[in-house]
């Protein structure tokens, strides 16, 4: 006598693959686990089950605490698809950053990483997991600013966009943002159709010139700033000159050097103006650390030392900078956190969009190490914890 398995697939009421095996004349064998066992497992309803899978903020955190250890007892995987047609989200957030190419000098290794760019896609990511979401990466060419065609393609795929430096123009962000909502990752936070998540740039310029003039007394001041159409850059630049001139500083044109975020951008500039021959400032204070990375090999090439020659300062703390030689002053500001804090605000516009403000301002803080003078490392702060709140700005 001969027997058959029947199998059947169906999606249940809250969104989740359940499969039943029968064998012969209705005798179940073993079957994966359902949303049902979990229920009985955790002692609460289906219903609840699947709130505390689609949305963190509907259920308290112990009963979500109980769900999820069922889940892990009995192996229960829940299905992304199935959760889709339950809940209308693909459950994927879309993060797009500028493609920077390598240009074949000896620096051309380290600009390929991306290094900053890598450290907020790592929060990012982490940060999706723990809301249950998948993180799909994509690239954008700069030179070709719109990058509208291949951003349109996306919001079929992902439930929201996360835009980083420079991806698009505002009246492109204003029409995209139509279709899908938007976190900007960058920006005056200014914008009306999308969220802004930013560092306070404008207090880290300030304390970091405050610093250069009160412990090392610098009077004439340059700047090496990233890419004209960074709104970073640009906010950092004139912070910078703002509270050099406050300060009775000076900065002349001559010394207001333009790049484009990477260390051989960096280095470029700074041949540039070595072949002026004018007589250097004091500092040049950089808009990011691969910028200053670059500045400083360029000096240093020239016969010139730093910081006994020119001081040369960073943004960032990208993990080099400390055992750079020299170790690098520097705006501390968390990647990771930064990319966590993006997706805390895309998924509350997903969940809440009326609960989030418009402009998301995280702390900075300046670390003073050997290429400003300072003989010990401090910290002109507490350090930035793991958490946040989506508070408006300031």
Request: aromatic share 6%; with cysteine.
């Amino acid at each position: 006598m001969s027997h058959r398995y029947f199998v059947s697939g169906y999606i249940n009421v809250s969104g989740y693959i359940t499969q039943s095996t029968e064998y012969g004349r209705g005798t179940v064998v073993d079957s994966p686990p359902t949303i049902y066992d979990v229920a009985a497992r955790a002692g609460v309803s289906t219903a609840t089950v699947s709130r505390a899978l689609n949305s963190r903020s509907s259920v308290r955190p112990s009963t979500r605490a109980k769900v999820m250890a069922a889940m892990e007892q009995l192996e229960f995987v829940p299905n992304s698809i199935a959760r889709g047609l339950s809940s209308g989200k693909h459950w994927i957030l879309g993060l797009v950053f500028m493609r920077t190419g390598a240009d074949g000098s000896v620096l051309g290794v380290e600009e390929a990483s991306l290094l900053y760019t890598d450290i907020v896609i790592r929060g990012a990511e982490t940060r999706a997991a723990q809301h249950g979401y998948s993180l799909l990466l994509s690239s954008a060419d700069d030179g070709h600013p719109s990058n509208m065609a291949s951003l349109m393609n996306l919001t079929g795929t992902v439930d929201g966009l996360i835009l980083l430096d420079r991806i698009l123009g505002d009246d492109d962000v204003a029409y995209l943002s139509k279709r899908i909502p938007i976190v900007l990752l960058a920006g005056r936070g200014e914008s009306t159709s999308a969220v802004t998540v930013r560092v306070d740039n404008e207090r880290a310029m300030r304390d970091l010139a405050e610093h250069l003039v009160s412990v090392h007394g610098v009077a004439r001041f340059g700047f090496v700033a990233g890419s004209d159409e960074s709104p970073d850059s640009v906010a950092r630049t004139r912070a910078f000159v703002e509270r050099v001139a406050q300060l009775g500083g000076t900065l002349a044109e001559v010394d207001l050097l333009a790049s484009d975020w990477t260390s051989a951008g960096g280095e470029a500039a700074m041949q540039r103006r070595l072949a002026r021959r004018d007589p250097l400032p004091q500092v040049f204070a950089c808009a990011n650390d691969q910028t200053a990375v670059g500045v400083i090999y360029a000096l240093n090439a020239a016969g010139l030392k730093v910081p006994d020659d020119v001081l040369v300062t960073g943004f960032d703390d990208i993990t080099l900078t400390r055992y750079f030689n020299p170790s690098l002053t520097t705006i501390r500001q968390s990647g990771s956190i930064l990319g966590a804090a993006a997706v805390d605000a895309l998924i509350a516009m997903l969940d809440q969009p009326d609960s989030v403000p418009p402009s998301v301002v995280l702390p900075t803080e300046l670390v003073v190490r050997a290429s400003c003078g300072c003989t010990e490392e401090s910290e002109t702060a507490p350090g930035a914890t793991s958490e946040h709140t989506l508070a408006p700005t300031p």
